[in-house]
């Protein structure tokens, strides 16, 4: 032993064949840390490869072993694949035997690399599997049984007292409910996860959470306790007259929990006729309007063992179907930071407001301390009128107010539940004399997803813009992409997402949000293939289609599917919405007449520039139904490139056949034979060029077109959502990054900047939410946390700091790292957690002398773009040909061109 240790030891020394150096790390089923939940019948494995001090490792091998653990915890066996050659190290499918329903496992794997080293077995992750039948589910769907209150609807709580007679070993709570839920053991509350159980398609898909509870049980006497509210299931959802019960009528709860003794005993508890029912404090809870607490009826205790209910009402059992339980697929929302209140404000009006300085999502926390029956009320805005006004006009119907009632027994603490709000500033109704600041604080609520992107220039409006981005994603995603989090609406508009989840995936790890997001779309889609304006639909409620089929909003089906993919090389994405994708295009070839669509209600590109008093044609209008026709290209181009991936070679030559037709009909209707496009907007040149609408050899000439038309308007964008996100990408293309450049950089209204220098913390809904003058454009549609135009993002990574998937390496196992540098930037600095490891990308300009330091992650290669191709390029202060892991590349005009392999590097290019 000692002999083989010494071996070892030299080994390492002399950078040998030393598993030390190589390891493996971030294990993930599903692409979940040991998801205590899963219903994929065959999981798949990812993780990432530590290289230790080696630059250029790939994985040549790897060796998986999966083990099932007993309810008493042993671990055995019960698949190993064997030595695989190969150097995926992502969504590799476990193949053994049939997995078991509510069974824990657990798995591990190793890998040998390019050098011939072997790393040790890594640590073990594990994953439960979901409860794969509704037989598997005993419990019962139950709700109070006391009168339900038709007006108000307070909170309904459930209880059950539980007696423990022996040692627990594990005890696991399946969860679910319609409405909101919140549940507690002993007056502990389950989990750390809020707004569950999502909103999916519930009709369709409800999801279910699992957790581990083990520790929350004693010997002895326990409570279980459930707190409910209307949340998405019953509250009132949409602008246009809402109406509140789109699910149901009533919510209700499903529990239950498995406990395992340390005899190898079990039982089983669940919700059924013997739980009991009341009320308490919360006695109004609405997502727009938000909450009412009353603390003078607390039932303290009621969720802890020992409490009297004797007056509790029992509860009423529902017979509801058990076919549509899911495991959840995505990151639930989570409270993430918090904001301290910053500035204390008396507005013209004498009302009392605070500042916390960023325009967040969540709700405040407020200690609070008076009199029984005093009446706190905080109502919640984004901005202040011209005037330093509360204003909340745009919030339309929302009153977005929370309201505290003190039971009079000193410092109270209140925070909301089953709402949330959208807001920078709160006014504060109730309290005489002054406010305190440290007795309120804003709670940030988001789904967990975690945070993967960063980018900073030597720009800091730029900054601040990404900083905006950022944080309207953050507000905009909680379990479902948003339009806004603040007025009557918050709704899972397509066409917003659409145009963002490119940079959506650079910010944060959205695979399995989109995943989830996306097959709620596929279930709430016409029969006809038409795709409903918002998922989940509740506009249509599966009946009309006259709320769905826009272009640009519809196209949702194709290209989320595909931007994931790109983000993450994840061809399960496509395989799962193949179908839908599919019926989009279908649907789209059966509206057009001779391949034209120029049918149908769209809303075309929404919120472009336009002048209220247009006497020199100033409006940058967009046919509407020259959009579709683009998108209608573009679409099919999508689903060749879905079929190509998972080889459906029918369709790929089929509808390959179909887009050169598409692109022909395009031409014949909206191109002369000058090459001049109909609308001669920035809108329909972006799109005519970005999906490749025009024959070669007009396509340099529209660029030019394009660049004039952005000078014709003296450097200002016009573009609405759809034609935004591709407008400086055209340009930079085709060799306008300058203009690209000025564009992003121009300062004053309409431009990305002109909401940066008006102080906004987020992302605008239109490019002048609040005007030159001050006043606010239409109050009925001006949202301040909307994030569509923040899709400009995407642009910053991959252009500015050059950061990007190159040809066919999806999801960063092939990279391209090739900044673009202008705008007079000095420096742009970017990382990105791929699925493989961190990717960075700094660079900077120092007099004649460009730097750039990279870093790429083990089991990836990357193609190296240095400007200028006459200068002088060394990597670490040596020549590059000192570095063996650096070969040349392709001769591209304008670069010098690598090829390397993971790992630093550190190169400086003089110019020539």
């Known amino acids: 032993m000692i002999k083989k240790f010494l071996v070892f030891l030299l080994a390492c020394f002399f950078g040998l064949n030393c598993y030390a150096q190589l390891s493996v790390t971030h294990l993930l089923t599903e692409s979940q840390s040991n998801p205590l939940s899963i219903d994929v019948k065959m999981p798949r494995f990812s993780w990432q490869v530590l290289a230790g001090n080696k630059n250029s490792v790939l994985q040549s091998a790897y060796e998986i072993k999966v083990g099932e653990i007993s309810p008493l915890g042993k671990d055995a066996q019960i698949w190993q694949s064997g030595k695989v050659a190969g150097d995926q190290s992502v969504y590799i499918p476990y193949k053994g035997d049939a997995l078991k329903s509510g069974v824990q ?282 005037a330093g006004n509360f204003y909340t006009e745009n919030l339309r119907a929302a009153r977005a107010q929370n309201i505290y009632i003190l039971k009079g027994t000193g410092d109270e603490y209140f925070e909301p539940q089953f709402t949330w709000q959208g807001f920078r500033y709160i006014k504060v109704e109730g309290i005489a004399g002054d406010l305190n600041l440290d007795n309120f604080t804003a709670q940030v609520i988001y789904s967990d997803m975690a945070l993967t992107g960063t980018f900073s220039c030597s720009n800091p409006l730029l900054n601040q813009l990404q900083h905006n981005i950022q944080w309207g994603q953050k507000g905009n995603f909680l379990d479902v992409p948003t339009d806004c989090p603040q007025r009557d609406e918050r709704l899972g508009w397509t066409g917003d997402a659409q145009v963002f989840s490119r940079t959506a995936s650079y910010n944060m790890n959205v695979h399995n949000f989109f995943a989830k997001w996306l097959k709620d779309l596929t279930a709430d889609q016409f029969k006809s293939g038409s795709v409903p304006h918002i998922i989940p639909d509740i506009f249509s409620g599966g009946g009309s289609e006259r709320d769905g089929g826009s272009t640009g909003w519809g196209d949702v089906a194709t290209i989320v599917p595909w931007n994931m993919y790109l983000a993450y090389g994840d061809k399960q994405i496509l395989a799962d919405q193949y179908v839908s994708m599919k019926a989009w295009v279908d649907y789209m070839q059966h509206q057009a007449k001779d391949n034209l669509w120029n049918t149908g209600g769209h809303f075309g590109d929404w919120l472009f520039y336009s002048v209220s008093n247009d006497m020199d044609g100033a409006s940058a209008i967009t046919s509407k139904y020259l959009i579709a026709q683009c998108f209608y290209a573009h679409s099919t181009q999508l689903l060749i490139n879905a079929a190509k991936v998972l080889g459906n070679k029918a369709d790929e030559d089929y509808y390959t056949n179909l887009i050169g037709k598409i692109k022909d009909a395009f031409v014949k209707e909206y191109v002369t034979g000058n090459g001049l496009v109909s609308s001669d907007t920035q809108t329909a040149y972006s799109l005519a060029l970005e999906f490749d609408m025009l024959p070669e050899n007009l396509r340099q000439q529209a660029a030019g077109r394009l660049a004039a038309n952005v000078k014709r308007y003296d450097n200002h964008l016009t573009t609405g959502f759809l034609g935004t996100p591709y407008l400086c990408d055209v340009l930079s293309r085709f060799g306008y990054a300058d203009v690209a450049y000025k564009l992003l950089l121009q300062e004053s209204y309409p431009s990305w900047l002109y909401p940066v220098k008006k102080g906004a913390t987020t992302i605008w809904e239109r490019w002048d939410g609040i005007r030159p003058d001050g006043e606010f454009e239409t109050p009925s549609m001006n949202s301040f946390n909307h994030y569509a135009y923040g899709a400009i993002g995407d642009w910053m990574y991959r252009v500015i700091a050059g950061i ?91 670069f010098k061109v690598f090829e390397v392999g993971s790992g630093s590097y550190h190169f400086s290019s003089k110019k020539g």
């Open 105 to 386: 496992y657990s798995w591990q794997v190793r890998i040998w690399d390019n050098y011939g080293r072997v790393s040790a077995w890594s640590a073990k992750a594990y994953w439960r599997m979901g409860l794969l039948s509704p037989a598997d589910w005993k419990a019962k769907w139950i709700g109070p049984g006391y009168p339900d209150d038709a007006v108000n609807k307070p909170s309904p709580m459930l209880r059950k007292a539980v007696t423990v007679t022996k040692t627990v070993k594990s005890a696991v709570a399946y969860i679910t409910s319609h409405g909101f839920y919140e549940a507690q053991i002993n007056g502990v509350k389950v989990g750390d996860a809020y707004l569950t159980p999502g909103w999916t398609s519930y009709h369709n898909r409800l999801q279910y959470q699992v957790y581990d509870v083990t520790t929350m049980l004693t010997k002895g006497q326990n409570a279980i306790g459930a707190k409910l509210g209307s949340g998405w299931y019953r509250s009132p959802l949409g602008p246009s007259n809402p109406s509140p019960n789109h699910y149901g009528n009533d919510v209700g709860l499903l529990f239950q929990l498995q406990i395992t003794y340390t005899d190898g005993t079990s039982e089983t508890i669940i919700s059924d006729e013997s739980w009991k029912s009341s009320t308490g404090e919360l006695r109004y809870a609405e997502i727009y309007n938000g909450a009412t607490i009353d603390a003078r009826m607390e039932q303290k205790g009621w969720a802890q063992a020992g409490f009297n209910d004797q007056a509790w009402a029992g509860v009423k059992v529902q017979d509801y179907n058990k076919d549509n339980l899911i495991a959840t697929y995505n990151e639930p929302v989570k409270k993430q930071t918090t904001f301290k209140a910053q500035k204390l404000i008396t507005t013209p009006k004498k009302e009392k407001v605070i500042d916390f300085g960023q325009n967040v999502v969540g709700w405040v926390r407020v200690k609070l301390n008076g009199k029984a029956g005093d009446t706190i009320k905080i109502s919640h805005t984004e901005v202040l009128d011209k």
């Open 804 to 894: 990007d998937t190159k040809n066919e390496g999806v999801g960063y196992k092939q990279i391209s790292i090739k900044p673009t540098v202008g705008g007079k930037l000095t420096f742009a600095n970017a990382t990105y957690e791929t699925i493989y490891g961190k990717l960075s990308s700094n660079w900077k300009t120092e007099g004649d002398t460009f730097y750039m330091d990279i870093i790429i992650p083990a089991n990836t290669t990357a193609t190296v773009y240095i400007p200028d191709d006459n200068g002088v390029v060394s990597e670490n202060s040596k020549p590059v040909s000192a570095n063996k892991d650096i070969k040349a590349g392709a001769v591209i005009p304008g």
